[in-house]
């Protein structure tokens, strides 16, 4: 199925238009026959550009909503209760934020923005230092890994993440996967580094 240059037109010839007693090419897409809700409608409906157009002028997206979910679904905040991952309960465990600390959206927003640039300055000083490399320096920083760490305390902090992030020690949850990818790229490569003793 392709767009065509007429915004919300899909081409086809298999598809007639779902108005009763037209015949015409079905090739505007319109909310489907499930119950409208705050995921959208369920299905699409095709029609030609007569009738697409007779439906939206009757389209009402708040029918079969409670006027507290036509409050909530216009107010200029919709949306901000979704969390993101970076912001979940878990979203935490690299050492960002979580939404659930914040109660506006802003400051949340904010802080993670500092937390990103802190951890990039943090990152920038270990390269500076001359021991490390850039990539090395990024890798101390996922293992949360400061300067005067030897291969030892390397290890240890290694064996401690891998037991906290790894599946079979979260009943199977593969949330924290990539966590686990990064810590053991991160592992990989200092193992390997000369700067460390």
């Known amino acids: 199925m392709r767009q065509s240059r007429f915004h919300g037109r899909y081409e086809t010839v298999d598809r007639e238009c779902e108005w009763p007693g037209c015949s015409k090419p079905g090739e505007f897409r ?3 026959y499930r119950p409208n809700g705050f995921d959208g409608p369920g299905e699409w409906r095709w029609f030609c550009l007569e009738h697409v ?3 939206n002028s009757d389209y009402n997206w708040f029918e079969g909503m409670t006027a507290d979910e036509i409050l ?3 107010s200029p905040a919709a949306g901000w209760k979704t969390e993101s991952p970076g912001f979940s309960p878990t979203g935490g465990v690299d050492g ?5 600390d914040f ?6 927003i904010s802080a993670r923005a500092n937390g990103i640039r802190s951890r990039a300055e943090r990152e920038a000083r270990m ?3 001359g021991r490390f490399s850039k990539q090395e320096a990024q890798a101390l920083e996922a293992m949360g890994l400061g300067l005067d760490t030897d291969r030892q305390r390397l290890r240890r902090r290694y ?13 199977g949850d593969r949330q924290f996967e990539t966590r686990l990818n990064q810590v053991v790229e991160a592992y990989q490569l200092l193992r390997k580094s000369r700067a460390l003793s």
């Open 30 to 32: 319109a909310p489907g």
């Open 53 to 55: 157009r007779e439906f």
């Open 72 to 74: 909530d679904a216009q």
């Open 96 to 100: 960002m934020p979580r939404w659930a």
């Open 103 to 108: 109660d506006d959206p802003l400051e949340a």
């Open 127 to 129: 390269a500076m230092d």
């Open 159 to 171: 064996s401690e993440l891998v037991r906290r992030y790894h599946p079979d020690r979260n009943g």
